[in-house]
Every structure is written in C-alpha cells, then in structure tokens.
C-alpha cells in the first residue's frame, strides 16, 4: 500500500468512492480542489494495485489535527488502507508537533467507530443532529505522546 499526497487526476477517483456510500458526506471534486488553496490542508492518497484506493484529508492546526474526511473503496476495504492513512496522518501530526487528533463520525458508521478505537480514539463528545439534522456526530479524539 503506497501512501502519498494526491493530485488533481486522483479527484474523480476520490468522487467515484465517496459514491460508494450514499448518505454520507460527499466533497466532490470541486471540495478537494477548493483544499488545494487551503495553506493548513493535506489530502494524500491510499494507492493499490496501481489505482487509488482511498483518501483522507486533514488540516494541521497546531496543536492539533482535524481529519475532515477518510474513505477507502469497497473494493479496497479491510485490506489496510484506512489505518494505513491514518498512520501517515499519525506521521505528519507528530512531525508537526500536534498533540490531538480529531475527529467527527456518524454514530451509524460502526466500521468506522471500530477502526478509529482500535487506533486508540475515544469518544469525547456527541453532536446531535449533526448529519441531515438526523444522525449524530461523535466527537473522538486521539492523543499522541509528548516528544522529549
């Protein structure tokens, strides 16, 4: 699995994923290019088998991240792609000397609660009615070890 930043001809493969999940928020590629012109963003890539697996975007906001957005397409699931961009995101934080990381998820998307506690986020806030004034958001937060 190559993780690496992505470029403007991965943006309709990106679309093309969050498709995949109907119902969830979706950028399109006019959001992702709207994030090239934002100093704090970084969107990278998960890249398989030759084609673009998934995505996440972030912003650095020192002291902490924001994951704004992740998906990995069907195709591609729970081969690593997901944890693997969200190490990278781990990566860039670290070297950036963020201590947080955030997040917002839909309280439905139990795959994605599953993954993000197994990378050691825990819930630290509810947003009701936060998606389509239906669905709550949970706030999760990761935090990372002070450097020496």
């Known amino acids: 699995m190559l993780i690496r930043r992505a470029r403007k001809e991965d943006y309709a493969a990106f679309a093309a994923i969050e498709a995949q999940y109907p119902g969830f928020p979706a950028w399109g590629p006019g959001g992702f290019e709207t994030e090239e012109g934002n100093r704090n963003s970084v969107t990278l890539a998960a890249e398989a088998e030759g084609e673009v697996a998934g995505f ?43 201590r947080e990381i955030d997040l917002e998820v839909n309280e439905r998307n139990s795959g994605a609660i599953a993954l993000y506690a197994a990378l050691g986020f825990e819930v630290v806030g509810r947003r009701p009615k936060f998606y389509n004034n239906t669905d709550a958001a949970l706030l999760m937060r990761r935090t990372l070890p002070a450097k020496d």
């Open 56 to 98: 996440i975007n972030f912003w650095i906001l020192r002291p902490q991240v924001q994951l704004n957005t992740l998906a990995v397409a069907r195709a591609h699931a729970r081969r690593g792609a997901a944890r693997a961009l969200v190490g990278k995101l781990c990566e860039y934080a670290a070297k950036n000397l963020c």
